[in-house]
């Protein structure tokens, strides 16, 4: 009898002890539905380095306090600090090859009086390497900025899927020929161009975001044509023969320098584009919640 009774006190204490209440409490409240209306809405903003800075109610907040609001969703919190990481890295590479290149050109301007075929090879060697670097960073940048805006749209819609009464709007970007394009969408269907303006005139503050946004995106494509117009130029002399001849002309030096240009504002005015579509689109979504950063 002694040992069926302890074997009974043991388990009683056991259940008693470990109830999942008490063990699973923290964890319990923390995925609680209830509390998904005191989580607020995060938002994303890329810096002049194309770097992620988010925000809650208009304030900067650090990445691991991003995660720490994810961990609803345990898995899209391990993305979104994997994504920061690879968004942060490729910033960090473009901005080495850019730097690269940037020293490439210091170094033929200050040999602009003497500009020779030697100087010319240490210069496009150098701005070859720099541009490669520049070419790994950026797309590895674009990569992971463009999954944390999808993961903090989820994460948004979540906390606040019992409010929202009409289309939940979301936003990507993609390369095209004259630099890049804005797409929005309604759910997963692409929103058309007449459905945009009729949401344009009926919410006046979201109006006002998309046509700043617009208004950089056509900028955006004027510098994308003058850009490839002056690269083909550039490309063209350095396949000519005059390259290879003992007095290289100057003209190569101001090409190098309208190339610099446009690539460093067209990426300004770019993400220029993609931030005044975000807010655009939390106006849209969560109205007067938004705090403007």
Not at 61 to 75: C, L, Q
Not at 139 to 165: A, C, E, F, S, W
Not at 195 to 216: C, D, G, H, T, V
Request: glycine fraction near 8%; charged fraction near 20%.
């Amino acid at each position: 009898m002694k040992i069926p009774f302890r074997i009974f006190v043991l388990t009683f204490l056991f259940f008693d002890f470990f109830q999942p209440g008490q063990v699973f409490s923290q964890a319990s409240n923390f995925f609680s539905e209830n509390k998904y209306a005191d989580y607020p809405i995060i938002s994303l903003k890329e810096n002049f380095l194309g770097n992620p800075i988010y925000f809650i109610e208009g304030k900067k907040i650090k990445a691991s306090e991003v995660k720490a609001y994810m961990e609803i969703m345990p898995g899209d919190a391990n993305d979104f600090m994997k994504n920061n990481t690879k968004a942060m890295t490729g910033s960090g590479l473009s901005l080495g090859g850019q730097l690269i290149v940037w020293g490439a050109l210091g170094y033929a301007f200050a040999n602009r009086d003497n500009l020779n075929n030697q100087i010319v090879r240490n210069w496009i060697i150098a701005t070859t390497i720099g541009g490669i670097g520049a070419g790994v960073g950026r797309p590895m940048n674009r990569d992971g900025v463009r999954r944390i805006n999808t993961l903090l749209n989820k994460h948004n819609y979540l906390i606040r899927q019992d409010d929202i009464t009409k289309p939940y709007l979301t936003m990507d970007f993609r390369n095209n020929y004259l630099g890049e394009k804005i797409d929005i969408y309604d759910g997963p269907n692409l929103l058309n161009k007449s459905r945009l303006n009729q949401y344009m005139l009926e919410f006046p503050e979201f109006a006002e975001y998309m046509r700043k946004s617009q208004r950089n995106q056509n900028w955006s494509s004027a510098l994308g044509i003058v850009g490839l117009a002056s690269t083909a130029v550039f490309v063209g002399y350095i396949l000519t023969p005059q390259i290879q001849s003992s007095t290289p002309s100057n003209i190569l030096l101001p090409l190098t320098m309208a190339n610099i240009g446009l690539s460093i504002s067209g990426g300004v005015i770019r993400r220029a584009a993609r931030n005044q579509t975000r807010q655009a689109l939390m106006k849209f979504n969560f109205g007067d919640e938004l705090v403007s950063y």
